[in-house]
């Protein structure tokens, strides 16, 4: 029994001895091994300048062209896709993006306020999912580059105890996940 105690403690201890080293002196090294060497890659000369790109600014580069987010709103109770402009001029910059990045999905995520029950507004979120999803794919965007998910009432992001805070929580946010 003393040897299993003793292994028990020695685990342990090598355990937290372990993500320390990790956490403390191995990532960090890593990082700056990383930055280091795309640094050195990615410089460029031109005649009178030296243009210093790095990876992180390729990475903003990178984030700016992305589509931003895209809300859609919904009635109480209502799973009904309205069309305006915005949407349409969306999906044509969603539909851009995923034909130049064909490693890219679409994620349409639907959201409920929080009056139901919580089985209800997940299904709710998911009618109001498959509604934009069936939009989209009608102006042709591929039905495997869309991911669709309901997060029912789980997520708002304004106050549920007010009707205008309810009423920005019933909504379908569609963006591009690389």
């Excluded at 050195?40 to 580069?61: A, F, G, H, R």
């Amino acid at each position: 029994m003393r040897i299993l105690i003793i292994g028990f403690i020695v685990f342990v201890i090598w355990s937290i001895f372990s993500i320390w080293l990790y956490v403390e002196k191995l990532k960090p090294a890593m990082d700056d091994l990383i930055a280091v060497q795309s640094t050195s890659e990615v410089q460029t000369t031109l005649k009178d300048s030296v243009i210093q790109t790095t990876l992180t600014d390729s990475v903003i580069q990178t984030k700016v062209l992305i589509p931003n987010n895209l809300m859609i709103y919904f009635d109480f109770d209502d799973a009904r896709f309205k069309n305006d402009s915005q949407i349409d001029n969306s999906v044509i910059e969603f539909k851009k993006w995923l034909d130049k990045n064909p490693e890219s999905i679409l994620s349409i995520a639907g959201h409920t306020d929080n009056i139901g029950t919580m089985e209800y507004n997940q299904i709710l979120g998911l009618e109001r999912v498959k509604a934009v999803q069936k939009y989209f794919q009608s102006k042709g965007i591929d039905a495997t580059k869309i991911m669709a998910d309901s997060k029912g009432e789980s997520q708002p992001i304004n106050d549920q105890t007010t009707e205008e805070g309810r009423a920005k929580n019933r909504r379908v946010v569609i963006t591009i996940k690389n």
